[in-house]
């Protein structure tokens, strides 16, 4: 089965992730939803763009931490920089509006995914989370966007707590476009994605470069201090347990750093 398809009907490109059996993300599959996306930006015959999962009940777990695990620094640096700034990349210059269709669970980098699009629309049964913490890691990106949709106090319950939250909070929170019966998400991300279709072409490509420069605060110089950050904590004796744990099934062992 391959990671990433797309197919286009009438003007709507829908790419579908697809790797069982959580939709966790590796640097390959990252890298071939960024080039999906990029072919979809490049192909005058689209006019809007639906990113969606495959998988019944997993929009994306986050980062697949088998793919983590022991990696050097350089190799980290080299996952979040396609994650987080090739995927804000090619969406800044897509030129065309993108719709995340949420349905079951989105985590971690689920959630990078889902804001990297124009619009969120999910299920009434998905769930959201930014559970990093649990194994010693922190979603990075979530630092720099999440305090300004949320506001600073919020942001930091979700993020140090690592708690799943509902369809209808998350929407109350700002972090969704719009909640719909779990059966209607793929019609209604259609739906909106037509929408956005019908209008001029030229003038969506303009105004969307305006919003995304508009609401751009600064988002390189952030991301790339949160990604040293990142780094830093994953070469860590308690993140590295933490990931072996997730692994391995079992309860990390918190121990105190040595020479306490």
Known sequence: MTAVSTTVTDGIARIELARPPVNALNLATIRTLVDALRAAGADPA???????SG?????CAGLDLDHVQDRSVTDMHEVLSALYVEMNDV?????????AAVSGAARGAGMTLAISCDVIIAGESATFGYPE????????????HLPRIV?????????????SFG???????????RVVPDGE???????????????????????????????????????????????????????????????????????????D
């Open 91 to 99: 969406q800044a210059r897509l030129g065309k509006p993108t719709i």
């Open 167 to 177: 369809a209808q909070e998350a929407l109350s929170l700002g972090l969704l476009s």
């Open 185 to 259: 998400v793929a019609a209604a991300a259609e739906a909106m994605a037509r929408t956005f279709a019908a209008k001029s072409p030229e003038v969506m490509r303009l105004a969307r470069a305006a919003f995304h420069r508009a609401c751009d605060t600064d988002y390189r110089k952030g991301i790339a201090e949160i990604v040293d950050v990142f780094c830093m904590i994953a070469g860590t004796p308690h993140s590295r347990e933490g990931v072996a744990a997730f692994v391995e099934k079992r309860p990390p062992a918190w121990r105190p750093p040595q020479g």
């Open 46 to 52: 689209v006019r809007a763009i639906v990113l969606a």
């Open 151 to 163: 506001g600073r106090h919020r942001a930091f319950e979700l993020l140090f707590s690592g708690r």
């Open 133 to 144: 913490i649990d194994v010693g890691l922190i979603p990075g990106i979530h630092f720099v």
């Open 55 to 59: 998988i019944p009940r997993r929009f």
